[in-house]
């Protein structure tokens, strides 16, 4: 007898316990809902407690961003994305065309670039870009600055591909003749008899254009030059992305300047922009060719940049893209603000 009592109060306890289980796990939830629906009542309302940044704000209206595009980085594909968006999305897309390609702007006219750029109203929000090196706007007095955006690239791959388009041109200007048009060294041979035109020297280009327009970044294997690329690629480029993730880079640009780029991730998926401008008849070099260039301090300066480049942006997209913490989109907002 005494062992049925046990059992049945046993078997009780169980079910006690379990229903008590039950309910705890059943408040958690709804605990849970309710903190997120709290959170998104808080979001929808900004009131004087919770201030939560609105999306888009009046100085979008006036924003400038500057790509100072490399030569042969995949720019082209991302400058269409650009045109593409501009008439829906209203906002201004302008080339900046200067004398001969050349990378580096006079001190007159960084001067008047400047004040036109911060200036020209009508024009805003506008995306410039053209194949200049950084313009630092602290240095030319303007009372704002533009923000600046830029794609790095292999340097390897980057020569390769540069010195196979002064030969066979590419399939977004196919009739233009280039420069070494008929050419038909390949880059291989040409690195096995040292021509200038594969010269490792040539590869100082991304440095410079990180750069910018001092005197010394210009210099070939300029320990200076590097620091000073790594120190603007930091501190005054807001986002710089890797040719080789150009999905991402546009991705990361969508989040962070809905203004000018809402939508271009869909669009570049979706379009034929993402293959846009291959150049024609290109060979990869052999691993000879490519142990011969990585013996270069130039490639080693470069690649130095590239590396410090790519973990960057590796860090800015986790926290934007992956959304690190419980796959939640990280948010903040302004409280306690007094006095009321
Ligand atoms: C820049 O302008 C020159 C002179 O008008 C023109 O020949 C050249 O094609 C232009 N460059 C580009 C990339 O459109
Ligand atoms: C900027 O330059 C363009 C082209 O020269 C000119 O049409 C425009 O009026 C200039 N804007 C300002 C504000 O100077
Ligand atoms: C884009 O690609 C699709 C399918 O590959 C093709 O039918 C279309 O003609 C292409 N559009 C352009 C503008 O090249």
Known sequence: ??????????????????????????????EDSYRK????????????????????????EDLVVIYN???????????????????????KVL???ITANMHVMSLNNQYKFAQNVTRWHDVKPALYHGH????????????SKPIFINLIRKPLDRLVSYYYFLRHGDNFRPHLVRKKHGDKMTFDECVEKSQPDCDPDNMWLQVPFFCGHAAECWKPGSAWALQQAKHNLVNNYLVVGVTEEMLDFISVLEQVLPRLFKGATEHYLSSNKSHLRQTSSKIDPSQRTIEIIEQSNVWKMENELYEFALEHFKFVKRKILLRETNSVAQVYFYEKIRPK
Request: aromatic fraction near 12%.
């Open 95 to 97: 080339h900046i065309n």
């Open 1 to 30: 007898m005494l062992n049925v009592h046990k059992l049945w109060l046993l078997t009780s306890l169980c079910v006690i316990v379990t229903i008590v289980l039950y309910f705890q796990s059943e408040i958690a939830r709804l």
């Open 37 to 60: 629906l709290e959170f998104r009542i808080a979001q929808s309302h900004t009131d004087s407690r919770q201030f939560f940044p609105k999306e888009t704000q009046k100085d979008d």
């Open 132 to 143: 200049m090196a950084f313009l630092n706007f602290d240095r030319l007095g303007t009372t």
């Open 69 to 91: 595009r490399v030569p042969k980085t995949g720019s082209t594909s991302f400058v269409g994305v650009a045109y593409d968006l501009c008439k829906k999305n209203h906002f």
